[in-house]
Protein backbone atom coordinates (compact mmCIF):
# COMPACT_ATOMS: atom_id res chain seq x y z
CA UNK A 1 0.00 0.00 0.00
CA UNK A 2 1.27 3.42 -0.98
CA UNK A 3 0.93 5.70 2.07
CA UNK A 4 1.19 9.44 1.08
CA UNK A 5 -0.78 10.83 4.66
CA UNK A 6 -0.87 9.89 7.78
CA UNK A 7 -3.28 11.54 10.76
CA UNK A 8 -2.37 11.64 14.43
CA UNK A 9 -4.75 11.74 17.12
CA UNK A 10 -3.36 14.19 19.98
CA UNK A 11 -4.19 12.71 23.38
CA UNK A 12 -2.92 9.33 24.68
CA UNK A 13 -1.61 8.71 21.02
CA UNK A 14 1.10 11.98 20.28
CA UNK A 15 0.83 13.14 23.71
CA UNK A 16 1.64 10.95 26.29
CA UNK A 17 -0.82 11.21 29.82
CA UNK A 18 1.99 10.61 31.75
CA UNK A 19 4.62 12.85 30.77
CA UNK A 20 2.21 15.14 28.28
CA UNK A 21 5.07 15.45 25.87
CA UNK A 22 5.68 13.65 22.21
CA UNK A 23 8.12 10.80 22.87
CA UNK A 24 11.45 10.88 20.62
CA UNK A 25 10.94 8.01 18.56
CA UNK A 26 7.70 9.67 17.79
CA UNK A 27 9.73 12.83 16.65
CA UNK A 28 11.87 10.47 14.56
CA UNK A 29 9.49 9.15 13.10
CA UNK A 30 7.65 12.01 12.01
CA UNK A 31 10.61 13.37 10.83
CA UNK A 32 11.48 10.54 8.83
CA UNK A 33 7.67 10.45 6.82
CA UNK A 34 8.12 14.32 6.12
CA UNK A 35 11.40 13.49 4.38
CA UNK A 36 9.67 10.81 2.22
CA UNK A 37 7.51 12.64 0.86
CA UNK A 38 4.22 11.82 3.26
CA UNK A 39 1.98 14.65 4.30
CA UNK A 40 1.36 14.41 8.34
CA UNK A 41 -1.96 15.82 10.05
CA UNK A 42 -3.15 16.00 13.65
CA UNK A 43 -6.50 14.99 13.90
CA UNK A 44 -7.63 15.96 17.10
CA UNK A 45 -10.82 16.63 19.36
CA UNK A 46 -8.91 20.11 20.80
CA UNK A 47 -9.50 23.45 19.28
CA UNK A 48 -6.52 25.29 17.90
CA UNK A 49 -6.47 27.19 20.80
CA UNK A 50 -5.93 24.11 22.81
CA UNK A 51 -3.50 22.07 20.84
CA UNK A 52 0.26 22.27 22.61
CA UNK A 53 3.15 23.83 20.45
CA UNK A 54 4.52 20.58 18.62
CA UNK A 55 8.15 19.56 18.19
CA UNK A 56 7.56 18.94 14.73
CA UNK A 57 5.49 21.05 12.00
CA UNK A 58 2.24 19.44 10.27
CA UNK A 59 0.75 19.89 7.17
CA UNK A 60 -2.96 20.75 8.15
CA UNK A 61 -5.48 20.41 11.06
CA UNK A 62 -8.83 18.57 11.26
CA UNK A 63 -9.74 20.07 15.00
CA UNK A 64 -12.84 19.69 17.06
CA UNK A 65 -13.74 16.17 15.86
CA UNK A 66 -13.75 17.44 12.19
CA UNK A 67 -16.07 20.52 12.91
CA UNK A 68 -12.81 22.51 11.66
CA UNK A 69 -10.18 21.67 9.45
CA UNK A 70 -7.21 23.69 7.64
CA UNK A 71 -4.33 23.71 5.64
CA UNK A 72 -2.06 26.54 6.07
CA UNK A 73 -4.99 29.53 5.53
CA UNK A 74 -7.07 27.52 3.47
CA UNK A 75 -10.29 26.04 5.89
CA UNK A 76 -11.27 23.36 4.00
CA UNK A 77 -14.57 22.30 6.24
CA UNK A 78 -16.17 24.47 8.35
CA UNK A 79 -19.60 23.68 10.23
CA UNK A 80 -20.55 24.90 13.89
CA UNK A 81 -23.21 23.22 16.21
CA UNK A 82 -26.90 24.22 15.13
CA UNK A 83 -27.57 27.51 17.18
CA UNK A 84 -30.49 26.65 18.44
CA UNK A 85 -29.44 23.42 19.51
CA UNK A 86 -25.87 25.30 21.44
CA UNK A 87 -28.61 27.35 23.34
CA UNK A 88 -30.95 24.48 24.01
CA UNK A 89 -27.79 22.71 25.26
CA UNK A 90 -26.61 26.00 27.11
CA UNK A 91 -30.10 26.48 29.46
CA UNK A 92 -30.26 22.48 29.53
CA UNK A 93 -26.51 22.75 31.52
CA UNK A 94 -27.66 25.99 33.85
CA UNK A 95 -30.60 23.88 34.72
CA UNK A 96 -29.11 20.91 35.60
CA UNK A 97 -25.89 23.21 36.77
CA UNK A 98 -23.36 20.99 34.44
CA UNK A 99 -19.69 22.63 34.08
CA UNK A 100 -19.32 22.96 30.17
CA UNK A 101 -17.00 24.19 27.54
CA UNK A 102 -17.98 26.30 24.73
CA UNK A 103 -15.78 26.59 21.46
CA UNK A 104 -16.15 29.56 19.01
CA UNK A 105 -13.98 29.49 15.96
CA UNK A 106 -11.29 31.21 17.75
CA UNK A 107 -12.17 31.56 21.54
CA UNK A 108 -13.33 29.29 24.59
CA UNK A 109 -14.96 29.46 27.64
CA UNK A 110 -16.50 27.95 30.64
CA UNK A 111 -19.29 28.31 33.07
CA UNK A 112 -17.68 27.39 36.07
CA UNK A 113 -14.31 26.93 37.37
CA UNK A 114 -15.13 25.40 40.67
CA UNK A 115 -16.64 21.97 39.09
CA UNK A 116 -13.82 19.42 40.75
CA UNK A 117 -14.43 16.74 37.53
CA UNK A 118 -13.98 19.89 35.05
CA UNK A 119 -10.27 20.50 36.91
CA UNK A 120 -9.41 17.01 36.80
CA UNK A 121 -9.69 17.18 33.24
CA UNK A 122 -7.62 19.82 33.07
CA UNK A 123 -4.61 18.21 35.05
CA UNK A 124 -5.03 15.05 32.68
CA UNK A 125 -5.23 17.06 29.54
CA UNK A 126 -2.63 19.52 31.11
CA UNK A 127 -4.07 22.69 29.64
CA UNK A 128 -5.51 25.99 31.40
CA UNK A 129 -9.27 26.56 31.72
CA UNK A 130 -10.61 28.92 29.24
CA UNK A 131 -11.98 32.21 30.60
CA UNK A 132 -15.28 32.07 33.17
CA UNK A 133 -18.24 33.19 31.03
CA UNK A 134 -21.99 33.15 32.49
CA UNK A 135 -24.46 31.07 30.21
CA UNK A 136 -26.74 33.91 29.49
CA UNK A 137 -23.52 35.60 27.60
CA UNK A 138 -22.57 31.94 25.69
CA UNK A 139 -25.79 31.97 24.19
CA UNK A 140 -25.66 33.51 20.34
CA UNK A 141 -22.16 32.12 19.90
CA UNK A 142 -21.69 30.61 16.65
CA UNK A 143 -19.72 26.85 18.55
CA UNK A 144 -18.31 24.39 16.81
CA UNK A 145 -17.50 21.72 19.97
CA UNK A 146 -19.27 21.68 23.33
CA UNK A 147 -17.46 19.88 26.21
CA UNK A 148 -20.07 18.39 28.91
CA UNK A 149 -18.68 17.07 32.28
CA UNK A 150 -21.44 14.48 32.54
CA UNK A 151 -21.41 10.80 33.23
CA UNK A 152 -21.76 8.22 30.19
CA UNK A 153 -25.87 7.64 31.50
CA UNK A 154 -26.62 10.65 31.01
CA UNK A 155 -25.73 10.79 26.67
CA UNK A 156 -28.99 9.40 25.68
CA UNK A 157 -31.05 12.09 27.50
CA UNK A 158 -28.84 14.89 25.91
CA UNK A 159 -29.16 13.18 22.49
CA UNK A 160 -32.82 13.19 22.64
CA UNK A 161 -32.50 17.00 23.71
CA UNK A 162 -30.24 17.88 20.81
CA UNK A 163 -31.06 15.01 17.96
CA UNK A 164 -28.78 16.91 15.46
CA UNK A 165 -25.88 16.40 17.43
CA UNK A 166 -23.75 13.80 18.26
CA UNK A 167 -21.54 12.83 21.45
CA UNK A 168 -18.10 11.17 20.85
CA UNK A 169 -17.29 10.55 24.15
CA UNK A 170 -13.92 9.54 25.05
CA UNK A 171 -13.65 9.80 28.47
CA UNK A 172 -15.76 8.51 31.24
CA UNK A 173 -16.15 11.88 33.24
CA UNK A 174 -16.75 14.26 30.31
CA UNK A 175 -18.23 14.26 26.44
CA UNK A 176 -17.96 16.17 23.35
CA UNK A 177 -20.55 17.34 21.57
CA UNK A 178 -20.62 18.22 17.61
CA UNK A 179 -22.74 18.37 15.06
CA UNK A 180 -24.36 15.08 13.89
CA UNK A 181 -22.41 15.15 11.02
CA UNK A 182 -19.01 15.72 12.13
CA UNK A 183 -16.27 13.51 12.68
CA UNK A 184 -12.88 13.18 12.19
CA UNK A 185 -13.35 10.87 9.35
CA UNK A 186 -15.47 13.81 7.55
CA UNK A 187 -12.44 16.05 8.36
CA UNK A 188 -9.87 13.46 6.75
CA UNK A 189 -12.02 13.40 3.50
CA UNK A 190 -12.10 17.36 3.04
CA UNK A 191 -8.23 17.19 2.85
CA UNK A 192 -8.01 14.25 1.00
CA UNK A 193 -10.24 15.90 -1.58
CA UNK A 194 -8.56 18.79 -1.74
CA UNK A 195 -5.00 17.06 -2.06
CA UNK A 196 -6.58 14.62 -4.83
CA UNK A 197 -5.77 11.37 -2.47
CA UNK A 198 -7.75 8.50 -1.58
CA UNK A 199 -8.73 7.39 1.29
CA UNK A 200 -6.63 3.85 1.21
CA UNK A 201 -3.74 6.21 0.71
CA UNK A 202 -3.92 7.22 4.51
CA UNK A 203 -3.34 5.50 7.93
CA UNK A 204 -4.59 6.93 10.57
CA UNK A 205 -3.48 6.42 14.52
CA UNK A 206 -5.31 6.80 17.73
CA UNK A 207 -6.71 5.36 21.49
CA UNK A 208 -10.32 6.80 22.06
CA UNK A 209 -13.85 5.93 21.44
CA UNK A 210 -13.84 9.23 19.25
CA UNK A 211 -10.75 8.04 16.78
CA UNK A 212 -13.09 4.99 15.57
CA UNK A 213 -14.50 6.74 12.52
CA UNK A 214 -11.33 7.53 11.13
CA UNK A 215 -9.64 4.32 11.91
CA UNK A 216 -12.16 2.59 9.84
CA UNK A 217 -12.16 5.43 6.73
CA UNK A 218 -8.45 5.57 6.49
CA UNK A 219 -6.67 2.75 4.34
CA UNK A 220 -4.98 1.68 7.77
CA UNK A 221 -6.22 2.24 11.47
CA UNK A 222 -3.39 2.07 14.26
CA UNK A 223 -4.96 1.75 17.72
CA UNK A 224 -2.19 3.04 20.06
CA UNK A 225 -1.58 0.14 22.56
CA UNK A 226 -3.02 2.02 25.70
CA UNK A 227 -6.20 2.10 23.56
CA UNK A 228 -9.43 0.94 24.74
CA UNK A 229 -10.72 -2.38 23.70
CA UNK A 230 -13.74 -1.17 21.46
CA UNK A 231 -10.83 1.34 19.87
CA UNK A 232 -8.51 -1.72 19.26
CA UNK A 233 -11.21 -4.40 17.45
CA UNK A 234 -11.80 -1.51 14.69
CA UNK A 235 -8.46 -1.45 14.28
CA UNK A 236 -5.91 -3.12 11.46
CA UNK A 237 -2.76 -3.17 13.95
CA UNK A 238 -2.82 -2.60 17.13
CA UNK A 239 0.92 -1.17 18.18
CA UNK A 240 2.82 -0.60 21.42
CA UNK A 241 1.59 2.48 23.89
CA UNK A 242 2.09 5.82 23.54
CA UNK A 243 4.73 5.53 26.71
CA UNK A 244 6.40 2.55 24.43
CA UNK A 245 7.16 4.29 21.01
CA UNK A 246 4.05 2.71 19.65
CA UNK A 247 3.93 5.03 16.33
CA UNK A 248 6.97 4.82 15.74
CA UNK A 249 6.64 1.15 16.18
CA UNK A 250 3.93 0.84 14.15
CA UNK A 251 5.63 2.46 10.93
CA UNK A 252 8.20 0.42 10.92
CA UNK A 253 6.13 -2.62 11.57
CA UNK A 254 4.45 -1.98 8.21
CA UNK A 255 7.32 -0.68 6.36
CA UNK A 256 5.96 2.75 5.96
CA UNK A 257 9.48 4.20 7.44
CA UNK A 258 12.85 1.87 7.61
CA UNK A 259 13.58 -0.32 10.14
Known amino acids: MNIRAAFFDIDGTLLSFRTHKVSPGTV???????????????????????????PVEFDGYVTMNGG?????DKVLLRNPIPQEETDRWLRYAREKGICTMI????????????????????????????PLLDIDSMMGRETFQIIAVMPPEKDAEVVELIPHCRLPRWHPAFSD?????????AGIGSILQHLG???DECIA????????????????????????????????????????????????????IAS
Not at 104 to 126: C, H, S
Not at 177 to 185: D, G, H, L, Q
Open 68 to 72: YCFMG
Open 205 to 256: FGDGANDIEMLQYCGIGVAMGNAAPEVCRQADYVTTSVDDEGIQHALKHLGI
Open 197 to 199: LHR
Open 103 to 130: FTEREMFVNTLNDPVGTAIRDQLEFEMP
Open 28 to 54: EALQQLRRQGIYTFISSGRPMALIPPM
Open 177 to 185: IVAANNSKA
